[in-house]
């Protein structure tokens, strides 16, 4: 008996171990051929299908259009790069970005084939009326060096149509601009279209999607670190109507009393809507805690839009009779304060803020006023100084702001000339200085002081030939004269299409009376 049980044992474990032997036989060797016939059966499929359409590349065949079914076996690999190259294939990285603007950066949004001719700046042809800020904004562009009346040589689009106010219950507000945006004949889901938003929502939460834009570039006031998608987007300043188109006024630190630094009344001052509810309401609803009534003023009201009186408290009655009596205090020179944690302040890619404002934190109000008093008055002063130029350079006027932002995105575009930081944030400002000029500091007399440089001893003399010259010719005595000075280095005559070199440049007339050599080198030095 035991014998038979020992047999029976034996065979079942025979049988099973022929079976596994069997199915690892099949895995091993039938298995390639199997993947090999189901290969050929995919790749079938594929070209089977109609002409401009393949299998999505990932679950549910929800990838992007066009690309490629990806494969990990060996006879594959070879042909995946291939595949990626060929011009019907559009980059996976650009559908995804098209697919979730958000993710937009120059690389994967903007077209930089269309700038090759330059930097030139398409204005669509105006065909309904626009707000009063829009059109001045469209106006800098029509007077804008930039401008270019081609489209097809046009390295970006700036559309006609007023997107600054989606707020709906403003007048200004323009009902369904994503579709007429896609009606624009080069829009090409918004590559390199420039759009000017200043209202994204409406209150109490004024929402910052705007899901029109797609993949162009927004430029936009008010803009926070969470919805500004940095190096692709441009934060602008917040301007009121009646903001200048041009010329604006200069700062006010001319008129600033005899004493460097004045001495000003007061020392931290705001004037503002309280926000009873929604965005902002948080902070400005305890900013009464810190006022003081005599250097520290913070005035708020609760007057904001419809039903306000819904949501008052005891203080709003208080705060609107303040409000009403308070002379403008945010003058030119005042030194921003900011309390904003999530706030991108304006041209924040090339303008040094360090230099101009001070930081609090929100959630540390009442942190505020002592650090505020502990800043010394020598760098109250250079914040002021630095203030003005910032003003008067990219902020006194429409003209002024749109120009700024044109020059950024063109930073970015024309990338071996781009600006330096101190081009930006020192006198005389970006718009003065042309980075075609030179890439070396040293070739502009504004930046000597600011490299510790000095300018040259030598000078170039540039003499115009007013009359026609012969031997006789009081040109001759000029050059003798000029020639003995030990500081002429140069002497440039006649032609117009000369060019100067670096060094200073000391311009005469042959006509002129002619000076001596001593009396030359005197008026030089």
Not at 379 to 390: E, M, P, S, T
Not at 465 to 494: E, H, N
Request: a neutral charge; glycine letters at 6%; proline letters at 5%.
């Amino acid at each position: 008996m035991q014998f038979k049980k020992r047999l029976l044992t034996l065979s079942l474990m025979s049988s099973t171990l022929a079976l596994l032997t069997y199915l690892i036989y099949v895995h091993a060797f039938l298995g390639s051929g199997g993947e090999e016939s189901n290969a050929h059966k995919r790749s079938t499929v594929r070209l089977e299908m109609p002409e401009g359409r393949q299998m999505g590349g990932g679950l549910g065949g929800d990838g992007p259009p066009g690309s490629n079914q990806r494969s990990f076996l060996l006879d594959d690999i070879a042909g995946v790069f291939a595949q990626d190259s060929h011009p019907n294939v559009r980059n996976r990285s650009q559908w995804e970005t098209a697919q979730d603007w958000r993710k937009c950066h120059m690389e994967t949004c903007f077209d930089f084939d269309r700038c090759k001719n330059g930097f030139k700046v398409y204005l669509y042809p105006r065909v309904v009326p626009v707000s009063a800020p829009y059109a001045k904004i469209l106006s800098v562009i029509e007077r804008s060096r930039y401008l270019t009346a081609n489209p097809h040589e046009a390295c970006v689009f700036v559309p006609s149509i007023d997107t600054l106010d989606q707020d709906v219950l403003s007048k200004d507000y323009v009902p369904d601009v994503g579709t007429k945006l896609q009606a624009l004949p080069h829009w090409n889901g918004g590559r390199n279209h420039i759009m000017f938003n200043q209202y994204s929502g409406t209150w109490p939460d004024y929402g910052e999607e705007l899901k029109f834009i797609e993949q162009g570039i927004l430029v936009k006031s008010s803009m926070s670190i969470d919805w500004i998608r940095y190096g692709f987007d441009v934060s602008m300043p917040l301007f009121a109507k009646n903001h200048p188109q041009s010329g604006g006024e200069m700062g006010y630190l001319h008129n600033a009393s005899n004493s460097i630094p004045s001495i000003r009344q007061y020392l931290l001052a705001f004037k503002g809507k309280r926000y009873l509810n929604g965005v902002g309401s948080d902070t400005r609803n305890v900013l009464y805690h810190i006022h003081n009534a005599d250097d520290i003023v913070l005035l708020t009201t609760c007057k904001h839009g419809k039903g306000w009186e819904k949501l008052a408290d005891e203080r709003c009655y208080i705060d609107n009779e303040e409000y009403d009596k308070f002379l403008e205090s945010l003058q030119a020179t005042c030194i921003p304060v900011m309390l904003s944690n999530s706030y991108e302040l304006p041209f924040s890619e090339v303008i040094d803020w360090n230099k101009i404002a001070i930081w609090g934190d929100e959630r540390l109000l009442f942190q505020v006023p002592p650090m505020v008093r502990s800043i010394p008055q020598s760098k109250i002063l250079a914040l002021r100084q630095q203030n003005q130029l910032v003003w008067e350079t990219y902020f006194r006027s429409v003209d002024n702001i749109i120009n700024t932002v044109l020059e950024i995105v063109k930073n970015r575009v024309a990338r071996h000339l781009v600006r330096p930081t101190y081009h930006w944030n020192s006198v005389p400002g970006a718009h003065v200085v042309l980075p075609e000029w030179s890439d070396i500091p040293n070739n502009f007399p504004f930046y000597y002081k600011t490299f510790g440089e000095t300018p040259g001893d030598h000078f170039t003399a540039v003499i115009y030939a007013t009359s026609a010259v012969t031997a006789s010719s009081p040109l001759f005595r000029v050059l003798k004269v000029v020639a003995k000075s030990q500081y002429c280095q140069k002497v440039r005559i006649g032609s117009s299409k000369s060019t100067l070199g670096d060094e200073p440049t000391c311009c005469l007339a042959h006509n002129y009376i002619i000076m001596a050599v001593l009396d030359l080198s005197f008026k030089w030095r």
